[in-house]
């Protein structure tokens, strides 16, 4: 049995990779990072007969990006409800004493009936869409797309609309959001959240 899992959800490109990565570090926690196994996992749930994950493994990147960005976010929910148990099933195998695991998969409503400890981060827009525009593998997401400015604008679009609707049913269920809006310096960070997370030296 692990002694303790420490959940950090939210946005994507709002610093959860980076303070995971420090904790893993620092308190010598296994780090299990949801991104890195993300399309076994669509797989799997498609296979399965998840609706949600079973349409977006048939989309191509151009019809993927141009639809409208609502509908995104709407779906990335549900993908992350359908994809819930196999995470959860995967953590649970995990023999170590302290896991610490990030990814936007965690979402309020996908970690209601968990009684981990749990917190989330969100980016502001504008955060959000420069940080994006600094990674090298988002023109590798959008080559096939025609017209690759439309395809990020919807892209960013479904992320401003993610976090919004996570920090909303954070408030609503009383779960810790820290908004990112890059001028929390990366020490800040993750002082706020191992306080959040309870963490202290003994678990060092």
């Known amino acids: 049995m692990c ?108 970690m209601a009936a968990r009684k981990e400890r749990y917190i989330t981060i969100v980016p502001t827009p504008d955060f959000q869409i420069s940080h994006y525009r600094q990674r090298e593998w988002v023109p590798f997401v959008l080559a096939e797309c025609t017209d690759k400015e439309a395809a990020f604008r919807n892209w960013m679009q479904r992320d401003v609309l993610f976090a919004k609707q996570v920090q909303e049913d954070c408030q609503r269920s009383g779960v810790p959001c820290i908004v990112n809006g890059g001028d929390i310096s990366e020490d800040e960070m993750f002082q706020q959240v191992t306080e959040l997370l309870g963490l202290n030296t003994k678990e060092a």
């Open 3 to 110: 002694k303790a899992i420490l959940f950090i959800g939210g946005s994507p490109c709002s610093g959860k990779s980076t303070v995971a990565e420090r904790i893993s570090r620092e308190f010598g926690a296994y780090y299990f990072k949801v991104d890195e196994i993300l399309g076994e996992l669509l797989d799997e749930a498609a296979a399965q007969g998840h609706s949600a994950c079973a349409l977006v493994r048939t989309l191509s990147p151009e019809e993927n990006w141009m639809r409208d960005p609502f509908v995104q976010c709407s779906e990335e929910s549900q993908i992350y409800q359908e994809i819930a148990p196999l995470v959860f099933h995967r953590i649970d195998q995990i023999q170590a004493d302290l896991i610490i695991t990030e990814g936007a998969a965690y979402t309020p409503q996908v």
